[in-house]
T-cell receptor, first 116, second 113 residues
C-alpha cells in the first residue's frame, strides 16, 4: 500500500460527459502529480501541484483541469469526454517539489475511465 | 521532442535466467533515472534509481547501469523469479525535470516456469 488513495477505481461514462477523479496523497506529501496511462502511450505526465499551487504542466488537454485543495487532496476534472480519453489515470505524491527528481513518486492504484 | 525510448516491449525469460531492459534518452542534461515496476491492478512502484554521477547501482538481484556518453541506461534482473513478472518502466528527468518524470512505454516481463 503506497498510502495514496484514488477514487473511483472504475468509471464508465458517455462521450460529451464530465467526470471528476479524486486523489488523497500520502500523509505529509505536499506534491501531487497526475499521469494518464494508455496502451499505446504509456505513462504520460499531465500536471503537478505543490501545496495548492500548480508547479508543472505536461501534456494536459484544455478539456482537462486539476486543482489541489488546502487539505492537499487533488481533483482531476475531465470534460467533453471523447472515446480516446479512455485510460487509467494515476495520481502520485512525493514529499518534494521536484517532480520525482529527488526520489520516489508514490502512485495510487489508479482510476480506470471508460468512455462509451 | 525530448523522449525516453524503451526496449523490448515484451520480454519472456526462463525462471532463473537474467533479464535486461534497455532505455535511451534524448536530453544530455538528464541526471536522474529511476525504474518503476507495475504489477497487475497496481500503480507503479520504484524499485531502483541511479543518478548521473555513478555508472552502476545494485540492490540484491537488481542492478542499473548508466552510460551518459551514449545516453542509455539498463535494468538487469538476475536469477529471475515468478514474482518478477510485471511491467517495468524506465524514466528520466527531461528538460531539467520541467515535465516531471518522462517514462518509457514499458516492458512486459514474463517469467516462464
Amino acid at each position: 500500500d503506497s498510502g495514496v488513495t484514488q477514487t473511483p477505481k472504475h468509471l464508465i461514462t458517455a462521450t460529451g460527459q464530465r467526470v471528476t477523479l479524486r486523489c488523497s496523497p500520502r500523509s505529509g506529501d505536499l506534491s501531487v502529480y497526475w499521469y494518464q496511462q494508455s496502451l499505446d502511450q504509456g505513462l504520460q505526465f499531465l500536471i503537478q501541484y505543490y501545496n495548492g499551487e500548480e508547479r508543472a504542466k505536461g501534456n494536459i488537454l484544455e478539456r482537462f483541469s486539476a486543482q489541489q485543495f488546502p487539505d492537499l487532496h487533488s481533483e482531476l476534472n475531465l470534460s467533453s469526454l471523447e472515446l480516446g480519453d479512455s485510460a487509467l489515470y494515476f495520481c502520485a505524491s512525493s514529499a518534494t517539489t521536484s517532480g520525482g527528481r529527488d526520489g520516489e513518486l508514490f502512485f495510487g492504484e489508479g482510476s480506470r475511465l471508460t468512455v462509451l | 521532442g525530448e523522449n525516453v525510448e524503451q526496449h523490448p516491449s515484451t520480454l519472456s525469460v526462463q525462471e532463473g535466467d537474467s533479464a535486461v531492459i534497455k532505455c535511451t534518452y534524448s536530453d544530455s542534461a538528464s541526471n536522474y533515472f529511476p525504474w518503476y515496476k507495475q504489477e497487475l491492478g497496481k500503480g507503479p512502484q520504484l524499485i531502483i534509481d541511479i543518478r548521473s554521477n555513478v555508472g552502476e547501482k545494485k540492490d540484491q538481484r537488481i542492478a542499473v547501469t548508466l552510460n551518459k556518453t551514449a545516453k542509455h541506461f539498463s535494468l538487469h534482473i538476475t536469477e529471475t523469479q515468478p514474482e518478477d513478472s510485471a511491467v517495468y518502466f524506465c524514466a528520466a528527468t527531461l528538460r531539467g525535470g520541467a515535465d516531471g518524470l518522462t517514462f518509457g512505454k514499458g516492458t512486459h516481463l514474463i517469467i516462464q516456469p
